[in-house]
């Protein structure tokens, strides 16, 4: 069941959303980190992590999740160490380099840079 924004409230609802912290201590997660459930909620979890697991159904984005729920990233980021370190979501990094990498050759994004220089 997905159902609309999460109440993002003011800077006190902030600071309750994540127990009063600011970063996500041990893990980076990009913007286009793409993040999926691996189960789904249980009774007496916070509003919040309920949320994102109900969205995770499929991969999606660390941007998108936070887009969906109204608020900031860093708030999502911290949401989501949780439920990573609770094994809830497995985390999906783009990949940048080597054999699985879909990136276009050199050359095409030399072409691609000097087209955008000329506009």
Do not use: W
């Not at 936070?66 to 900031?72: G, I, M, R, T």
């Not at 990233?73 to 370190?85: A, E, P, Q, T, W």
Request: net charge neutral; charged share 25%.
């Amino acid at each position: 069941m997905i159902r609309g924004p999460v109440d993002s409230g003011g800077p006190d609802r902030l600071y309750t959303v994540t127990g009063g912290r600011t970063r996500s201590y041990e893990r980076s997660f990009d913007l286009v980190t793409l993040i999926v459930r691996e189960s789904g909620p249980s009774i007496g979890m916070q509003s919040e992590h309920v949320r994102i697991l109900e969205l995770c159904e499929r991969p999606v984005a660390v941007v998108e999740l936070a887009s969906l729920l109204d608020l900031p990233v860093g708030v999502v980021k911290i949401l989501l160490c949780d439920l990573l370190d609770s094994g809830r979501i497995t985390v999906r990094h783009p990949q940048t380099s080597g054999p699985g990498a879909h990136l276009p050759p050199p050359d095409t994004l030399k072409k691609v840079l000097l087209a955008l220089r000329n506009l």
